[in-house]
């Protein structure tokens, strides 16, 4: 499957943003799918995962409560809302496919087979 992300930019600190990541050359439904986040200089980290029907989510303590998955199968497209951003959350948000047999959200990069290429969000203060 090849992913797309998009919706980043340069943002205000305390706005929100929808990210999405659209996928083709095979249905999306066959898919776990995560996000994750790479800051300058830092590694890349787990944001969040979603389950094949979107009926499971999982999200890292650092981001619970402010970060929200979805997706819309039919469509083939994952989503990641953001809210009450801050200049910490400057990065580029990868979102990523696992297609393992298994009911578990991965939070490992090297679990996830399959990436977009990562949109940019800047956020000013």
């Known amino acids: 499957v090849q992913l797309q992300a998009s919706g980043g930019g340069l943002v205000q600190a305390g706005d929100s943003l929808t990210l999405s990541c659209a996928a083709s050359?095979?249905?999306?439904?066959?898919?776990?799918m995560g996000w994750f986040r790479q800051a300058p200089g830092k590694e890349r980290v787990f944001l969040g995962a979603i389950s094949r029907n979107g009926g499971t989510t999982s999200y890292a303590d650092s981001v619970k409560g402010r970060f929200t998955i979805s997706r819309d199968n039919a469509k083939n497209t994952v989503y990641l809302q953001v809210n009450s951003l801050s200049r910490e959350d400057t990065a580029v948000y990868y979102c990523a496919a696992d297609r393992t047999n298994t009911k578990y959200l991965f939070t490992a990069v090297n679990d996830y087979t399959s990436w977009g290429q990562g949109t940019l969000v800047t956020v000013s203060s």
């Open positions: 050359g095979r249905t999306l439904s066959s898919y776990k």
